[in-house]
């Protein structure tokens, strides 16, 4: 298995340097007229002068090459099907940090049913492996982090099938699977109080249960009610103690959500230049069977496109949601977004974040600007050069951060 890897990440560089002279025509693999199989590959190179997202920095440049598979079946037909493969190899030009320099794996499966009937089905699976402290900064636990990426598998699992009851009315129903765990964990601490730097961690397993009603008030916009009924079970990360401490008990075994709220979807103008999807309502939320709190809670999706070349989006979010520390965080999140396309090929985009979040005790105030350039140079090969800057200013001190990233990537497929 490792050689294929190695080969195929060789296959991925020398195919990224040779893409100015070979354009593929065609699928890597055809197996009649339904099934594609595509050779799906990145190589990238960040360049960043705070890693671990600490207050004090530690700079690094690492380089990624992606190897993967993507199948896809029944393009055209009521039932199809992708599947997708890859496996990142992750290497840093600095040797102290070699010890950092892993696999991640990230494998995903989607099927989709719709035959022109009133029923409409999918189901889609993933599973990821990720490497980072910012999410976690972002709930205020960088005293507990140390100088490591912290590993995480994602998993997640959805279902939905919508029915049309009338030419004007849809209603739908949903299954959400999501939960992750903590990998390979870091010793820290000094002798004899040795102990994983995810001890004080949970892990979170959350089942969503939404169901929807959609009426279509006008030709390309649509008004809804949403229901949706949400658990997520907390369960102890990997712990580990020299001093044969015992495991603490949790406080909490699990989050309950249940939200109620509006949907409005579709053109939010006559011209067909303002979109959005909007939703908005409120939650009721409880630890266990204790008496429930509510809040306001939102999701909103505007774009518009200004011109011809130029378009903006604006996302505005509020909710409370479990946090990795066995409690709850309630986080509200300002997105704004430019993109102008320079041509057919190239497009320029900058986004704003504010974000601000309240997890236990500790509140944290972030602002996240990024600037990108993507160019296509055929179907097959495309190009990714991108800026950003984090500042976070949090009420604990060890959550405090700036840092600066520079990328650079390549996507190839065949």
């Given amino acids: 298995m490792s050689r294929f890897l190695v080969a195929a990440s060789a296959l991925t560089v020398s195919t990224l340097v040779q893409g100015a002279n070979w354009t593929p025509t065609s699928p890597l693999i055809q197996i009649g007229n339904d099934c594609d199989i595509y050779f799906d590959s990145a190589a990238s190179l960040e360049v960043t002068d705070n890693l671990y997202s600490a207050p004090t920095k530690t700079s690094a440049t690492s380089w990624m090459v992606t190897p993967g598979f993507l199948l896809e079946y029944g393009k055209d037909s009521a039932l199809t099907v992708t599947l997708s493969a890859k496996h990142t190899f992750v290497n840093f030009t600095d040797n102290a940090l070699s010890d950092l320099e892993d696999g991640r794996d990230a494998l995903s499966a989607g099927i989709r049913f719709a035959d022109g009937g009133p029923l409409t089905l999918s189901l889609d699976s993933s599973y990821r492996v990720s490497a980072r402290n910012d999410d976690l900064q972002m709930q205020g636990l960088g005293g507990l982090l140390g100088a490591t990426l912290v590993r995480q598998a994602n998993y997640s699992h959805a279902f939905r099938a919508d029915y049309k009851l009338t030419e004007k009315l849809r209603v739908g129903l949903g299954y959400t699977n999501t939960f992750n765990q903590y990998l390979d964990p870091t010793q820290t601490g000094s002798s004899p109080t040795f102990v994983f730097n995810t001890n004080t961690l949970t892990e979170l397993n959350t089942k969503s249960m939404p169901l929807s009603f959609d009426f279509q008030a006008f030709e390309k916009l649509s008004f809804g009610l949403v229901l949706q009924h949400d658990v997520t079970d907390y369960s102890a990360a990997p712990y580990f103690s020299q001093a044969n401490t015992p495991r603490p008990a949790l406080t909490h075994q699990q989050l309950l959500k249940d939200f109620a709220g509006l949907t409005a979807r579709g053109q939010l103008s006559e011209s067909g230049k303002l979109n959005g ?19 306001l809670s939102y999701l909103v999706n505007l774009s518009h496109q200004l011109s011809e070349r130029f378009s903006q989006s604006l996302t505005l979010s509020r909710d409370v949601t479990a946090s990795s520390t066995n409690g709850q965080m309630a986080a509200k999140n300002y997105t704004y977004g430019l993109s102008y396309t320079a041509s057919e090929d190239l497009t320029m985009n900058f986004s704003a974040t504010k974000s601000d979040v309240f997890a236990g005790t500790s509140q944290i105030d972030s602002y996240v600007y990024n600037l990108g350039a993507d160019y296509k140079y055929t179907n097959h090969l495309t190009f990714q050069a991108g800026y950003s800057f984090n500042d976070s ?22």
């Fill in 393 to 414: 200013k949090a009420s604990v001190a060890a959550s405090t951060y700036l840092s600066n990233t520079f990328t650079l990537s390549a996507a190839f497929r065949y």
């Fill in 277 to 295: 999807n909007i939703r908005v309502g409120y939650s009721r939320f409880s630890f266990d069977n204790a008496p429930k709190d509510k809040d």
